[in-house]
């Protein structure tokens, strides 16, 4: 247990001192993320342009069955959706930053 906790104390202070030690070595340490900028940034772009190029596409052979019933669902449920956004318009909404006059009328809810 005592081995456990010497190499945990020495990890810890490690990392205590990292940012102090990348600070005193501050171009060094800005060519080496720069560096490793660029190796993520090319595995990216063959991983996606290249490799995308070399590989042919996977090709379905199966057609694509349209079902109407669904389809008439979707339509129905975007016309109610419709309907309820175009009723939020004709409401009238009183302002509640002002303040009701002797005459009017204060709706109560």
Same mark, same amino acid.
């Given at each position: 247990?005592k081995?456990?906790? *010497?190499?945990?104390g @020495? &990890?810890? %202070?490690?990392?205590?001192? %990292? =940012?102090k &030690? ?8 800005s060519? &080496? ?5 660029? *190796? #993520? $940034? $090319?595995?990216?772009? /063959?991983r996606y342009?290249? #490799?995308?190029?070399v %590989?042919?596409p996977? +090709?379905i @052979?199966?057609?694509v069955?349209?079902?109407? !019933? +669904? /389809?008439? !669902?979707?339509l129905g ?5 419709? !309907?309820?956004f175009?009723a939020? $318009?004709l409401q !009238? /909404? =009183?302002? =509640?930053f002002?303040r ?7 709706p109560?809810?």
């Amino acid at each position: 247990m005592k081995i456990d906790s *010497v190499k945990l104390g @020495k &990890i810890k %202070l490690f990392f205590k001192k %990292l =940012p102090k &030690i990348l600070a005193e070595h501050a171009f060094l340490t800005s060519l &080496i993320l720069i560096f490793v900028s660029m *190796v #993520l $940034g $090319g595995f990216v772009f /063959y991983r996606y342009c290249i #490799l995308a190029q070399v %590989l042919e596409p996977l +090709i379905i @052979k199966d057609w694509v069955e349209f079902d109407e !019933e +669904i /389809y008439q !669902e979707v339509l129905g449920e975007q016309k109610t959706r419709q !309907e309820r956004f175009e009723a939020v $318009g004709l409401q !009238e /909404y =009183p302002n =509640p930053f002002k303040r009701p006059t002797l005459g009017e009328v204060v709706p109560e809810e």
